[in-house]
């Protein structure tokens, strides 16, 4: 590899009248990762072509929908042979008018039986309607032999911002009510991230107990692309790939007018104290490792105990990927070892 | 900013047959990050330009040590100044004939004083000699308030691989029975993040007890150039800037001709089991934010308590740039406080 000569400038800032410096980075050509400690099934995952379907920027939660049912065909294919592997039974009921899956070991550890984990998937707050939406709750369920309930909740063009935190909620406080707080944990990847963080605002808003634990995968925290990463990673991370690509749109799609900088849309601007014992993940090539890291750093800053695992290589949330894949397996046991160690019995 | 298009291209990989994907990335103009929670300092360090003086590509420990030299005024200059400020004394001592600076707060918190951290400063192995390689201890003693031992190892060319670790393992035996390994922690950046990892092994094959914490400050850990943000973060790293700079010459040049994988060199291939409590601390510019999260999974698989702390936007040990930077002393009180609750009194 030839050493890449740079050239860089001194340019006036853009914001705040600071004096900014631009980079220029040249042309390059980057190797997909192989070192011995990334799996050979995840290093097929990170040395994929960015993903080709970056460009659909809806503008609707019509138009979005169509490529939400569209995409959730693939996942719902995979659910039960998922299920099967892993020794779980998933039933569609409702909480509260709230549809949610409710996924259960087929065998509970005795330390897990009156635990309760309440599951919000990602899919930048349009994607993953229905089944689709339960995979990592199913992978949790099935790594961490925990009893998950997932919500289904309601996304554009049904209903707009705040109706998916509202719906969260009505499971939260349901849980809370089945389990007790010291027996609930909440999770998500994604904007399921960023729900979850969004949940502990609300809660305290609404004077609602913390739960024992949360897991935050790689969280949309800051919705006004703020963070490093957007930038640093843009056509490195093969997920998301770029800032302006159909997540940012989705985004925009839910918010339906409202301030994207609204904590209950960008909770990297709400107040942290008082949350949860935090873990979260991410991975080195992720879009949003800064807003991960960012979010990692806030919560220490608010005294929360906070555990950051970056994985090497990886893009935007594919610790996820199935169960198949040893990263999956570790990622997911990390984080049902950090819920078993904040929950009660 | 106008969306990147991408074209990504498979090929056959380079190592073991697999295959691997390479990316193309165009040219681009990187901003220099300006999110609120980036201090306005570490935001100017952040945009300085790539480190000019990424090009001296040492062939001898003689070369290296002009450049050392040369390097080592300005450093040696901020020491009486940083002393005063952070109320500290340091004098110049020998331990089994090893140079070390003892470094001492006028006023030592009484949990504190039965307590001795020691240093082993970074700089590729041969850079940072004399008092040049104790601004890291300075900063720990003043911020933290404990009283450091800072190793001034052997480097080239007065001595080549093992030298820095002997030293650092002939204070390391010094501290154990002066203050008993509970009462000891070891702390260092880079180089010295890599030998604070490479003592860790080197005491596990004597025998020698643990420390009760370590403090790895994104570490050299593999010098074989594995590890990807040695290319995604490529000319991106205003520090380091390139894998192949100034940083891999002298570590060449310390090896001298030995193997490059060793775990005394590379300790990311050493076992890590039975390692002490450990806080690593990056940025996510790093050239080296891939060794150190790669580190960090590592021990977490060894089952050793490991804190990871990554910072936005910084690059290669920019978090410990000075006493007047926000993010140095939140670091360096990061640091502190996982030590103080490792550490008995």
Known sequence: MTRIFLFAFLSLGLAGGALAADLSLPARVLPAPHSDDISPQMQAIIANPPNPNVNPLWKTGEEARVSADAGAVAAVQRIPGLLERLGLTMTAETIGGVRVHVITPKTLPAAN?????????????????GEAGTIEGILMAGLGHFKVISVDYRMPPEA????????AMTVYRAALKTAGPKRVAVFGTSAGGALT????????????????AIGVGTPMADATKVGDSFYTNEGIDNVLVSRDGFCDAATVVYAHGHDLKDPLISPIYGDMHGFPPAILTTGTRDLLLSNTVRTHRKLRRAGVEADLNVYEGESHAQYGRGDNIPETREAFGEIAAFFAKHMAR
Do not use: I
């Not at 039986?113 to 309607?129: F, K």
């Open 113 to 129: 039986r009156a635990r309760l984990l309440v599951h919000v998937h990602g899919g930048c707050y349009v994607l993953s309607p």
């Open 197 to 212: 963080l969004e949940m502990m605002l609300k809660a305290k808003a609404l004077g609602l107990p913390m739960p024992a």
């Open 160 to 167: 707009y911002f705040p109706a998916a935190l509202d719906d």
